[in-house]
């Protein structure tokens, strides 16, 4: 019963995730589509609500995989989840100039690329014992490159974001023990090394993981 019930919320979070993302996808599309360059200044306000509530949904996965619902590498995830809701929360909701820039419509878009190679592949194995050589190698290997881009983009947004924090948003004086006065946009650009360095261990992990899954998956081809 236990695992019944288990197996029943893992597959609706993962369907609210993936419905979520193929929405933003699609809604993202058909604007480019019927509006060309004149869409991406509005963007945000088309999809923003729905991108924030899947990325907030996100941080539950740190709890699938420390309870082992889910069997993942808990370190790759907590990077990739709390480095896109500080992009999102931190830069992108509370600066609406910037929300019109067209590095936000290219950050969202790789967000949902990575969001789609997951989630159904994750669907899969939840409903399937087996899955096909092709959709584990696509799913492994695609997701890849497409964070590299997307980590890449994170950073462009924050440096061209960095004008817009020079109003003194979220920069504070302490008084104790000395008095420092702290610039935000000195934060934002001592993140960026942190950004790259985060970005690297996950890339050395995410393909340690590769490895791992394509050699049981042939283990298995040999015996059968």
């Known amino acids: ?27 993202m599309t058909a604007r480019f589509l019927f509006f060309g360059r004149g869409a991406h200044p509005d963007m945000f306000y088309s999809v923003g609500v729905v991108m924030s509530l899947c990325q907030l949904l996100s941080m539950l996965e740190f709890f699938h995989i420390a309870d082992s619902l889910e069997k993942a590498r808990l370190l790759p995830r907590i990077i ?47 409903v399937s014992s087996t899955l096909s050589a092709n959709t584990l190698w696509a799913h492994h290997t695609f997701s890849i490159p497409v964070y590299v881009l997307s980590v890449l983009t994170e950073g462009i947004s924050i440096w061209q974001a960095l004008p817009y924090f020079e109003n003194g948003m979220y920069s504070i004086q302490l008084t104790a023990p000395v008095q420092v006065f702290i610039h935000f946009p000195y934060v934002l650009m001592a993140y960026l090394p942190l950004l790259a360095a985060a970005a690297m261990v996950t890339v050395w992990l995410l393909l340690k993981e590769r490895k791992q899954q394509l050699d049981c998956w042939n283990k298995k081809l040999k015996r059968k």
């Not at 369907?15 to 699609?26: C, D, K, N, P, V």
């Not at 989840?81 to 019109?100: G, K, M």
């Open 80 to 126: 990739q989840v709390l480095e896109r809701n500080l992009l999102l929360f931190v830069v992108f909701v509370s600066q609406e100039e910037f929300q019109s820039n067209p590095i936000v419509c290219v950050q969202f878009y790789l967000w949902n690329i990575v969001q789609l190679l997951r989630y159904p592949h994750t669907l899969l194995c939840l």
């Open 1 to 27: 019963m236990r695992c019944s019930i288990r197996l029943v919320y893992l597959l609706i979070y993962n369907l609210l995730q993936f419905s979520g993302s193929t929405w933003i996808f699609a809604n």
